[in-house]
T-cell receptor, first 117, second 117 residues
Framework: AQTVTQSQPEMSVQEAETVTLSCTYD???????LFWYKQPPSRQMILVIR??????QNATENRFSVNFQKAAKSFSLKISDSQLGDAAMYFCAYRSRGETSGSRLTFGEGTQLTVNP | NAGVMQNPRHLVRRRGQEARLRCSPM?????VYWYRQLPEEGLKFMVY????????ESGMPKERFSAEFPKEGPSILRIQQVVRGDSAAYFC???????????????FGPGTRLTVT
Protein backbone atom coordinates (compact mmCIF):
# COMPACT_ATOMS: atom_id res chain seq x y z
CA ALA A 1 0.00 0.00 0.00
CA GLN A 2 1.11 3.50 -0.70
CA THR A 3 1.83 5.96 2.07
CA VAL A 4 2.36 9.70 2.02
CA THR A 5 4.27 11.52 4.75
CA GLN A 6 4.37 15.23 5.48
CA SER A 7 6.90 15.78 8.25
CA GLN A 8 6.10 19.44 8.88
CA PRO A 9 2.81 19.84 10.79
CA GLU A 10 3.19 23.64 10.73
CA MET A 11 5.15 26.16 8.70
CA SER A 12 5.17 29.94 8.60
CA VAL A 13 6.42 32.45 6.07
CA GLN A 14 6.58 36.21 5.76
CA GLU A 15 4.43 37.77 3.10
CA ALA A 16 6.28 38.05 -0.24
CA GLU A 17 8.87 35.45 0.74
CA THR A 18 9.30 31.87 -0.41
CA VAL A 19 8.43 28.72 1.49
CA THR A 20 8.90 25.04 0.72
CA LEU A 21 6.62 22.29 2.02
CA SER A 22 8.00 18.75 2.15
CA CYS A 23 6.37 15.48 1.14
CA THR A 24 7.71 11.97 0.81
CA TYR A 25 5.85 8.89 -0.33
CA ASP A 26 6.34 5.19 -0.54
CA UNK A 27 5.26 3.07 -3.48
CA UNK A 28 6.39 0.10 -5.52
CA UNK A 29 4.72 1.45 -8.64
CA UNK A 30 6.62 3.21 -11.40
CA UNK A 31 3.77 5.23 -12.85
CA UNK A 32 1.50 7.40 -10.74
CA UNK A 33 0.33 10.94 -10.08
CA LEU A 34 1.19 13.32 -7.28
CA PHE A 35 -0.85 16.31 -6.18
CA TRP A 36 -0.82 19.21 -3.79
CA TYR A 37 -4.19 20.31 -2.44
CA LYS A 38 -4.97 23.43 -0.44
CA GLN A 39 -7.66 23.46 2.24
CA PRO A 40 -8.47 26.96 3.51
CA PRO A 41 -10.65 27.55 6.59
CA SER A 42 -13.72 27.04 4.39
CA ARG A 43 -12.55 23.38 4.20
CA GLN A 44 -13.02 23.30 0.42
CA MET A 45 -10.32 21.12 -1.18
CA ILE A 46 -8.61 23.02 -3.98
CA LEU A 47 -6.13 21.44 -6.38
CA VAL A 48 -2.94 23.49 -6.46
CA ILE A 49 -0.68 21.50 -8.74
CA ARG A 50 -0.27 18.04 -10.23
CA UNK A 51 2.73 16.00 -11.38
CA UNK A 52 2.78 12.90 -13.56
CA UNK A 53 5.54 10.53 -12.51
CA UNK A 54 6.66 9.73 -16.05
CA UNK A 55 7.36 13.41 -16.71
CA UNK A 56 10.82 14.48 -15.60
CA GLN A 57 10.02 18.16 -15.85
CA ASN A 58 8.77 19.71 -12.62
CA ALA A 59 5.25 21.12 -12.77
CA THR A 60 4.70 24.85 -12.34
CA GLU A 61 1.51 26.86 -11.83
CA ASN A 62 2.16 30.57 -11.47
CA ARG A 63 3.74 31.07 -8.02
CA PHE A 64 3.58 27.36 -7.21
CA SER A 65 6.19 24.87 -8.33
CA VAL A 66 7.29 21.41 -7.29
CA ASN A 67 10.59 19.65 -6.88
CA PHE A 68 9.91 16.05 -7.91
CA GLN A 69 12.69 13.61 -7.08
CA LYS A 70 11.43 10.23 -8.24
CA ALA A 71 14.36 8.15 -7.02
CA ALA A 72 14.16 9.73 -3.58
CA LYS A 73 10.32 9.57 -3.63
CA SER A 74 10.16 13.20 -2.69
CA PHE A 75 7.65 15.80 -3.87
CA SER A 76 8.05 19.24 -2.31
CA LEU A 77 5.96 22.33 -3.01
CA LYS A 78 7.52 25.76 -3.34
CA ILE A 79 5.38 28.84 -2.95
CA SER A 80 7.04 32.02 -4.19
CA ASP A 81 6.00 35.57 -3.31
CA SER A 82 3.71 34.26 -0.56
CA GLN A 83 0.40 36.03 -0.14
CA LEU A 84 -1.98 36.22 2.81
CA GLY A 85 -4.47 34.16 0.82
CA ASP A 86 -2.01 31.28 0.68
CA ALA A 87 -2.60 30.60 4.37
CA ALA A 88 -4.23 27.18 4.56
CA MET A 89 -3.66 23.51 5.26
CA TYR A 90 -1.73 21.90 2.43
CA PHE A 91 -2.04 18.21 1.63
CA CYS A 92 0.22 16.12 -0.53
CA ALA A 93 -1.57 13.26 -2.28
CA TYR A 94 -0.71 10.19 -4.35
CA ARG A 95 -2.79 8.41 -6.93
CA SER A 96 -2.01 5.22 -8.80
CA ARG A 97 -2.67 4.75 -12.50
CA GLY A 98 -4.31 1.41 -11.97
CA GLU A 99 -7.81 0.80 -13.27
CA THR A 100 -9.35 0.49 -9.83
CA SER A 101 -6.55 1.58 -7.50
CA GLY A 102 -6.37 4.79 -9.49
CA SER A 103 -9.73 5.72 -8.11
CA ARG A 104 -8.41 6.65 -4.70
CA LEU A 105 -6.24 9.48 -3.53
CA THR A 106 -3.91 8.78 -0.62
CA PHE A 107 -3.30 11.92 1.42
CA GLY A 108 -0.60 12.97 3.82
CA GLU A 109 -1.42 14.39 7.23
CA GLY A 110 -1.12 17.98 6.07
CA THR A 111 1.02 21.05 6.75
CA GLN A 112 -0.63 24.14 8.23
CA LEU A 113 0.87 27.20 6.53
CA THR A 114 0.69 30.59 8.21
CA VAL A 115 1.54 33.73 6.25
CA ASN A 116 2.67 36.65 8.38
CA PRO A 117 2.07 40.20 7.12
CA ASN B 1 -21.64 24.64 -14.37
CA ALA B 2 -22.37 24.08 -10.70
CA GLY B 3 -19.70 22.33 -8.70
CA VAL B 4 -20.09 19.25 -6.56
CA MET B 5 -22.91 19.80 -4.08
CA GLN B 6 -23.10 18.24 -0.66
CA ASN B 7 -25.87 18.53 1.86
CA PRO B 8 -26.32 19.11 4.59
CA ARG B 9 -23.19 21.12 5.28
CA HIS B 10 -23.52 20.46 8.99
CA LEU B 11 -25.29 17.53 10.60
CA VAL B 12 -25.72 16.83 14.29
CA ARG B 13 -26.82 13.39 15.41
CA ARG B 14 -27.15 11.72 18.79
CA ARG B 15 -25.42 8.42 19.38
CA GLY B 16 -27.45 5.58 17.90
CA GLN B 17 -29.19 7.67 15.24
CA GLU B 18 -28.70 7.37 11.51
CA ALA B 19 -26.84 9.91 9.37
CA ARG B 20 -27.52 10.34 5.66
CA LEU B 21 -25.11 12.44 3.66
CA ARG B 22 -25.90 13.47 0.11
CA CYS B 23 -23.63 14.26 -2.80
CA SER B 24 -24.67 15.58 -6.19
CA PRO B 25 -21.77 15.31 -8.64
CA MET B 26 -20.96 17.88 -11.24
CA UNK B 27 -23.13 17.78 -14.33
CA UNK B 28 -21.93 15.06 -16.65
CA UNK B 29 -19.95 13.25 -13.95
CA UNK B 30 -20.86 9.63 -13.35
CA UNK B 31 -18.04 8.70 -10.93
CA VAL B 32 -18.25 9.57 -7.25
CA TYR B 33 -15.70 9.16 -4.45
CA TRP B 34 -16.23 9.56 -0.71
CA TYR B 35 -13.48 10.54 1.74
CA ARG B 36 -13.48 11.06 5.48
CA GLN B 37 -11.39 13.59 7.36
CA LEU B 38 -11.07 13.00 11.08
CA PRO B 39 -10.02 16.00 13.22
CA GLU B 40 -6.39 17.01 12.66
CA GLU B 41 -5.90 14.35 9.96
CA GLY B 42 -5.75 14.09 6.21
CA LEU B 43 -8.54 12.75 4.06
CA LYS B 44 -8.97 8.97 3.91
CA PHE B 45 -10.58 7.22 0.96
CA MET B 46 -13.77 5.36 1.73
CA VAL B 47 -15.56 4.26 -1.44
CA TYR B 48 -15.73 4.75 -5.20
CA UNK B 49 -19.02 4.41 -7.05
CA UNK B 50 -20.32 4.62 -10.55
CA UNK B 51 -24.01 4.88 -11.32
CA UNK B 52 -25.69 1.86 -9.67
CA UNK B 53 -22.34 0.18 -8.94
CA UNK B 54 -19.86 0.10 -6.09
CA UNK B 55 -16.44 -0.21 -7.71
CA UNK B 56 -14.08 0.01 -4.75
CA GLU B 57 -15.15 -0.01 -1.11
CA SER B 58 -11.81 -0.94 0.34
CA GLY B 59 -11.82 2.06 2.68
CA MET B 60 -15.30 1.59 4.09
CA PRO B 61 -15.70 0.35 7.67
CA LYS B 62 -17.19 -3.12 7.57
CA GLU B 63 -20.19 -2.31 9.73
CA ARG B 64 -22.74 0.49 9.91
CA PHE B 65 -21.51 2.29 6.76
CA SER B 66 -23.04 1.96 3.31
CA ALA B 67 -23.04 3.97 0.10
CA GLU B 68 -25.12 4.07 -3.03
CA PHE B 69 -25.26 6.02 -6.26
CA PRO B 70 -28.61 5.34 -7.92
CA LYS B 71 -29.40 5.84 -11.57
CA GLU B 72 -31.34 8.97 -10.66
CA GLY B 73 -30.54 11.30 -7.79
CA PRO B 74 -27.55 11.98 -5.58
CA SER B 75 -25.07 9.60 -4.07
CA ILE B 76 -25.85 8.77 -0.45
CA LEU B 77 -23.44 7.85 2.32
CA ARG B 78 -25.37 6.27 5.16
CA ILE B 79 -24.08 5.72 8.66
CA GLN B 80 -26.27 3.67 10.95
CA GLN B 81 -26.17 3.81 14.76
CA VAL B 82 -23.62 6.61 14.81
CA VAL B 83 -20.96 6.76 17.53
CA ARG B 84 -18.79 9.66 18.69
CA GLY B 85 -15.88 8.36 16.63
CA ASP B 86 -17.89 8.98 13.45
CA SER B 87 -17.62 12.74 14.04
CA ALA B 88 -15.66 13.99 11.05
CA ALA B 89 -15.89 15.91 7.81
CA TYR B 90 -17.09 13.77 4.91
CA PHE B 91 -16.06 14.87 1.44
CA CYS B 92 -17.44 13.79 -1.87
CA UNK B 93 -15.57 14.16 -5.15
CA UNK B 94 -16.63 13.45 -8.72
CA UNK B 95 -15.07 12.95 -12.13
CA UNK B 96 -16.46 12.45 -15.62
CA UNK B 97 -14.49 9.30 -16.23
CA UNK B 98 -12.51 6.76 -14.27
CA UNK B 99 -9.43 8.58 -13.01
CA UNK B 100 -7.03 5.66 -12.86
CA UNK B 101 -5.40 5.51 -16.27
CA UNK B 102 -5.71 9.22 -16.99
CA UNK B 103 -4.70 12.29 -15.11
CA UNK B 104 -8.22 13.60 -14.78
CA UNK B 105 -8.91 15.54 -11.64
CA UNK B 106 -11.37 14.62 -8.93
CA UNK B 107 -13.47 17.68 -8.11
CA PHE B 108 -14.31 18.02 -4.44
CA GLY B 109 -17.45 19.24 -2.78
CA PRO B 110 -17.44 21.48 0.32
CA GLY B 111 -17.92 18.57 2.70
CA THR B 112 -20.46 17.66 5.36
CA ARG B 113 -19.37 18.11 8.95
CA LEU B 114 -20.94 15.41 11.10
CA THR B 115 -21.05 15.89 14.85
CA VAL B 116 -22.22 13.04 17.05
CA THR B 117 -23.29 14.06 20.54
Amino acid sequence: AQTVTQSQPEMSVQEAETVTLSCTYDTSESDYYLFWYKQPPSRQMILVIRQEAYKQQNATENRFSVNFQKAAKSFSLKISDSQLGDAAMYFCAYRSRGETSGSRLTFGEGTQLTVNP
Amino acid sequence: NAGVMQNPRHLVRRRGQEARLRCSPMKGHSHVYWYRQLPEEGLKFMVYLQKENIIDESGMPKERFSAEFPKEGPSILRIQQVVRGDSAAYFCASSPIRTGPVSHEQYFGPGTRLTVT
